[in-house]
């Protein structure tokens, strides 16, 4: 029997286009992301559960959500 596979979401920021205004900051429940040296957001993907909160808040539409093979 193989290792069974499994999805889950996350977010994923268009680095290249975010303007790191932090909106998502504010509302991540679980702390996942951070803005990284003023320049744009970055997820932490070990924290992340793919709610949507920081995809619906964004005003640029940077960020994604994703299901992802774990």
């Known amino acids: 029997m193989g290792a069974e596979i499994r999805k889950r979401r996350k977010a994923f920021v268009d680095t290249d286009s975010c ?3 932090g909106c998502c900051v504010k509302v991540c429940p679980l702390k996942a992301i951070a803005v990284f040296k003023g320049i744009a957001a970055r997820v932490n993907p070990e924290l992340c559960v793919g709610c ?19």
């Open 19 to 21: 303007v790191a205004c």
């Open 52 to 70: 949507g909160k920081c995809a619906k808040e964004c005003p640029a539409s940077v960020i994604a959500i994703q299901e992802v093979r774990t």
